[in-house]
Nanobody
């Protein structure tokens, strides 16, 4: 089993910045990819960004150039720096960890609200 604990999030004005972090614990030997997904009200959960153990990153088109994902393997932690936030970034953000055989683990989610 893998446990994921998220921190960060909150309320920010459009154009502002926020950072999220997620710490993993438990059986981490097979974890290959860590990342962030988000789910807005009435919408399906969608990928935001992922990073592999070798630091290969994937971003959703909507966040490219604004969000940066990074990973500290020794600390089993993944970070998401979000800049130039827009109202459409408002969602619950979920940390994700996945094994090479596509077993996924999820955090409890943290709310990000971009509003005036």
């Amino acid at each position: 089993q893998v446990q994921l604990v998220e921190s960060g999030g909150g309320l920010v004005q459009p154009g502002g910045s926020l950072g999220l972090s997620c710490s993993a614990s438990g059986s981490l030997l097979d974890i290959y990819t860590m990342g962030w997904y988000r789910q807005a009200p009435g919408k399906q959960r969608e990928l935001v960004a992922t990073v592999t153990v070798s630091h290969i990153t994937v971003y959703a088109e909507s966040v490219k150039g604004r969000f940066t994902i990074s990973r500290h393997n020794a600390a089993n932690t993944v970070y998401l720096q979000m800049n130039n936030l827009k109202p459409e970034d408002t969602a619950v953000y979920y940390c994700n960890a996945a094994t090479t055989y596509e077993l996924h683990y999820w955090g409890q989610g943290t709310q990000v609200t971009v509003s005036t």
